[in-house]
């Protein structure tokens, strides 16, 4: 059965970091890249960051640019987001997805998605 499973969402203070994961079974993500999107309350699903399955070149939008960092395992067969100095406006659930091998930023394109984890970021 192919399945996507995020965790690693929280509550968690501004400035905070968290460390979301994304772990595949099912079928190995060697050859998938992997996106990182969210939505906000009221808010569209936006894709905030994906790791391409050949050369590794990654995308992240400007809103978290320079905080978050999107990484793979493949041998762990698990993505991973890193998202520090966290702001409340990066409240949201996240999900992963993934598509076959590039980021082609286009929702229709990613085959398989997570069920989402919630983070949310207040003091």
């Known amino acids: 059965q192919v399945q996507l499973v995020e965790s690693g969402g929280e509550l968690v203070q501004p400035g905070g970091s968290l460390r979301l994961s994304c772990a595949a079974s099912?079928?190995?993500?060697?050859?998938?890249?992997i996106g990182w999107f969210r939505q906000a309350a009221g808010k569209e699903r936006e894709e905030i960051s994906c790791?391409?399955?050949?050369?590794?070149?990654?995308y992240y939008a400007d809103s978290v640019k320079g905080r978050f960092t999107i990484s793979r395992d493949n041998a762990k067969n698990t993505g991973y987001l890193q998202m520090n100095s966290l702001k409340p406006e990066d409240t949201a659930v996240y999900y992963c997805?993934?598509?076959?091998?590039?980021?082609?930023?286009?929702?229709?394109?990613?085959?398989?998605w997570g069920q989402g984890t919630q983070v949310t970021v207040s003091s």
């Open positions: 997805a993934v598509e076959r091998l590039t980021c082609s930023h286009s929702f229709y394109a990613f085959d398989y």
């Open positions: 790791v391409s399955s050949t050369d590794g070149s990654t």
């Open positions: 099912g079928f190995s993500l060697d050859s998938y890249a």
